[in-house]
């Protein structure tokens, strides 16, 4: 169906491949319109809890855009091709599910920025991060220089950005880009054990939780606070509360149905 993505599901765990290894999975246009065509498909999944995000093959994750397709890109093309990114990126950002970024390789400008649009990142021990845009007398457009900052920092972000060298594994690590690094061969089985975790615990509190950490990264923290106040009580309205209650008093395992 898809030509550059590959998408399976497992039980309630979708896993998304973006399939470009021979062009070490670079986003191009093609990929960007069967990435918004299967979102559509995903945000209409209810029975989907979490969704894992990789790259074809060992060498990347996904290194960056065509080059060749920024070649004869104009003001006018570059407005509409990153506002079409970004609100595919904020769509994944915002999905009822948490996606984890599985980085099993380069990310690179826009791979970079996928893997910020995702509620967590794990990565190999070989892969390596970067904004090299200003390498070709670009910036990022994707969302990165907004996304970045808020999860390392405006000084590490702003040293990424303007100087666009890479950084490994381990000082991706360090500085919060990713949140673990394991070998290359146990990438998948943690990042699935990861999802299974997250999957098994009460669909809807988890959508909510969610919902109100993205938020707090945005405005006041008066909002932030009334928002985490309204989804907690709307939390407790839900049979998922009931059982979880109920099988912690009575010392057993929930089952939970997300409503």
């Known amino acids: 169906m898809y030509k550059t993505l590959i998408y399976e599901k497992k039980d309630n765990i979708g896993l998304l491949t973006i399939n470009r290894p021979d062009k070490m999975n670079a986003i191009s246009r093609e990929l960007t319109s069967e990435l918004k065509q299967l979102l559509d498909e995903i945000e209409s999944d209810e029975e989907l809890r979490v969704l894992i995000i990789t790259g074809a093959g060992d060498k990347a994750f996904v290194a960056g855009a065509d080059i060749n397709e920024i070649v004869d890109r104009e ?52 892969a390596q ?28 972000a702003m040293e990424m950005i303007l100087t666009g060298d890479f950084i490994d594994a381990q000082e991706a690590c360090r500085i919060g880009l990713v949140n673990r690094v394991v070998p290359p061969e146990k990438l998948m089985e943690a990042t699935i054990e990861l999802a299974q975790k997250i999957a098994s615990r009460p669909p809807l509190a988890v959508r909510y939780a969610k919902e109100a950490v993205n938020r707090s990264q945005e405005g006041a923290t008066g909002s932030g606070f009334a928002l985490e106040s309204f989804l907690h009580a709307l939390s407790c309205t839900t049979e998922d509360k009931k059982e979880g209650v109920a099988a912690f008093l009575e010392k057993r395992k929930g089952e939970f149905k997300g409503k």
């Open 75 to 126: 003001a006018k093309m570059g407005r509409r091709i990153s506002k079409e990114r970004q609100e595919i990126f904020s769509r994944i950002e915002n999905l009822h599910v948490p996606a984890i970024a599985a980085v099993n390789g380069y990310a690179l400008g826009g791979g970079l920025e996928l893997a910020l649009a995702c509620s967590i990142r794990i990565c190999s021990e070989k």
């Open 129 to 156: 991060f970067g904004a090299p845009e200003v390498k070709l007398g670009i910036i990022p457009g994707d969302g990165g220089t907004q996304r970045l900052p808020r999860l390392v920092g405006l000084g590490r």
